[in-house]
């Protein structure tokens, strides 16, 4: 009889993988050894042949610990044994931009953009659970972030090159990712990272989460992702009115774009703050903080005259009518 653990992470990654069945594509699996890539990847080498498509894995080593070659050709040779032909190791240059932690995850995922890039792959799987959607709500909640942010990862998404990111395993809990791994007989990696409390994630993880279970109940992981889950339907929503809305009411201005006074009062707060994050975003590549935002909320709200407000990279200005948006000289 199929252990239940096995049974519900391959039924997981079929899937996520169903749109792609009988296409032949490849796709590449991120696979850093520990156990819930680890179980994601041996179950996608299960699955994905039997909906004919071409499994590789590529394990990134950043080069960051002693031992990160070990650890790589341990992940790579475990995939292997699951049937895995191309198990590739790629190794990157950290950087220093942003943290350590941040940096790591930029080099990883231009490392997966490339290899998926080289086999002309149509998706790349990540390994994150549902564990680690509640730590990323809980996350920005203390953050005081917006919407966006709470709706944590989708289960799939498209970028620009369109390339499908598929997070298999986001319904699933991590202990069911870890009795996978028993039932296999999978020897995981153990990641020492997951243990160093200065990284708030893993206090979230190890403080945080198990407090709230306590006090509130169980089911406050499950909570967390299903409140993800609707704020991510709602921005997707805010994200589709707002395309169609700023056709309407953008117009061209002398080094930027300028937007109608009367068009953004006649929007309600939320859809008037989103359309200002969108401009600056899609326009001068800047994220606006919620402190930002309102004071360019303010020049159609509560203008009394007020001049040009300084923002990364550009400024925003009221003049005849007009919010003008200006790259700075």
């Not at 819930?36 to 996608?44: E, G, I, K, R, Y």
């Not at 590549?285 to 007020?306: C, F, K, P, Y």
Request: proline share 5%.
């Amino acid at each position: 009889m199929l252990d239940p653990a096995i049974a519900a992470v391959r039924l997981a990654v079929r899937a996520a993988l169903a749109p792609l069945e009988g296409s032949g594509a490849a796709i590449v699996v991120a696979l850093s050894g520990g156990p819930d890539s680890l179980a994601l990847a041996v179950a996608t080498a299960f699955e994905a042949p039997r909906l004919g498509l071409r499994v590789v894995t590529a394990t990134i080593d950043h080069g960051l610990q002693d031992d990160s070659a070990d650890v790589a050709r341990r992940a790579a040779q475990q995939a292997r044994m699951a049937g895995v032909a191309d198990a590739r190791i790629i190794r990157v240059e950290v950087g220093a931009e942003g943290g350590p932690e941040a940096a790591a995850r930029d080099a990883r995922y231009a490392a997966l953009r490339d290899a998926a890039s080289e086999e002309g792959a149509a998706a790349v799987l990540l390994a994150h659970t549902l564990d680690d959607q509640a730590e990323t709500v809980l996350l920005g909640l203390a953050r005081g972030a917006g919407a966006r942010s709470l709706a944590g990862m989708p289960p799939r998404r498209v970028d620009a090159r369109g390339l499908a990111w598929l997070r298999p395993l986001l319904g699933l809990r991590r202990e069911q990712i870890h009795a996978f791994c028993r039932a296999s007989d999978l020897a995981p990696w153990t990641d020492p990272h997951n243990d160093e409390e200065r990284f708030a994630r893993v206090r979230v993880r190890s403080r945080v989460l198990p407090v709230l279970e306590r006090e509130l109940g169980p089911g406050v992981a499950e909570a967390l992702a299903r409140t993800a889950d609707q704020l991510r339907e709602d921005d997707e929503a805010f994200a589709d009115m707002i395309d169609e809305v700023i056709e309407d009411i953008v117009e061209p201005a002398e080094a930027g774009i300028a937007i109608s006074v009367p068009a953004l009062a006649a929007n309600p707060p939320a859809l008037r703050h989103r359309i200002i994050r969108h401009v600056a975003q899609s326009e001068f590549g800047a994220s606006l903080t919620r402190t930002q935002t309102l004071e360019v909320a303010r020049l159609v709200s509560d203008w009394s005259g007020q001049g040009p407000i300084d923002l990364p990279g550009f400024t925003a200005a009221r003049r005849a009518g007009l919010v003008v948006f200006a790259a700075r000289a």
